[in-house]
């Protein structure tokens, strides 16, 4: 598998892709029915929020290693392993397990998910053709918002007919027939080339490699700013909306960004690096957000954001590759994205929930502005580390 080759296997890529959607399912499956959930656990209480947050502890934790391990193991092998282990824990989800046991399936599909958005960018980019891999990862890069609107559509047909265990075993049974297909048709492609797996006391080492390097951490970087700001986007922006417009917009909002990244990002894309088209979108975010403060939360504004912030999310993708040409370096700058991005949805809700108990809408449009600004400064500072080190 390289890079370099001409023609670009585009039934694989969207398998990947696909895989990418059951992976963010993950997710979603649990959200989109948080409300029902509490009822089937009564006993859990409060803590019954774990069964979101779990998902994500492991990817802060592991994200990195993830990176290390899936390179030594093989992309296509992790990938696929990781969907079977996916297909598992779905079905045993639909047995109504004990809360605790739950919990430990939850953390179980945590290390799945990670593994795959691990090796799933990494092998799309050595798959695609030179002259399509920014628009491969650009499709890539939609699909976290692809998957939570399927899956809300998914869930509002399958829960009310068949309940909530009833679609936690469909979703397993998605991720199996991906496992299935991606046996398939990856079988034609050689696998990129094994890295020598590090002992455990290299890890530190090499963690500090990552975080170090301004060429792998470049990425993940702002994906972190990001991150921490797009789910809480969502999950708290609409309160504030006219009610008039308010279910257009909370529906609205993440077609608007995956459209945009999808043809004015991948325009973009062919004029200027993808570090440049993401400093645009984290800059025309931070417009766009005081925009939407000055109008009080205006409807027009709420989608320009976020058709700004549809920038960032095919380009940092595609920055990946194009700052790490090699396959390892891409696997390990992808475990530091899963890492960033799983740190910024556990961190964002939160931070913005208290910003808005300090200072209401104001103070929540403030925090919004200062992760945009930070996301355009950090990719700033190490654009220039790059060119001071290659200089």
Known sequence: MTAASAKTPWVEILLIWAAGLGAAAQYGKVSVVFDPLSTLYPAA???????????????????????????????????????????????????????????????????SHLGIVVAGPTLIAALAGAQHRNLAMTLWGTFFGVS?????????FIVARFGVFSFFVAHGAVMA??????????????????????????????????????????????????????????????????????PAVTAALPLVSIASSMTIGVALARRLPAVGVVQLGFGLSALCAIGLGLSGGGAGFALALGAALGLIQGASFAAVPQLNPEDGAQAQANGAMAQAGNLGNFLGTPVLVLAIGLGGFGAMIATL???????????HALSRARRAAQA
Not at 371 to 377: Q, R
């Open 177 to 246: 027939m991906l496992a299935l297909s991606l046996s398939a048709f990856l079988r034609r492609s050689a696998a990129p080339t094994p890295q020598p797996l590090p002992s455990v006391a290299g890890w530190i080492a090499l963690h500090r490699e990552i975080y170090s390097s301004p060429w792998k951490i470049g990425p993940a970087a702002g994906w972190l700013f990001y991150a921490s700001g797009f789910v809480a986007l969502l999950t708290l922006l609409p309160r504030y909306i006219d009610p008039e417009w308010r």
């Open 45 to 111: 209480g409060a803590s019954v929020s774990l069964a979101v947050s779990v998902v994500g502890l492991c990817g802060i934790l592991l994200g990195t290693v993830a990176g290390l391990l899936a390179a030594r193991l093989g992309y296509r092998r992790v990938l696929i392993l990781c969907l079977w282990v996916g297909a598992i824990t779905g079905v045993m989800q639909g047995l109504h397990l004990p809360f605790w046991a739950f919990l430990i399936s939850r953390a179980v599909e945590g290390a």
């Open 369 to 379: 502005i200062a992760l945009y600004l930070g996301g355009f400064l950090v990719h």
């Open 148 to 156: 939570f609107a399927l899956t809300a559509l998914a869930a509002g």
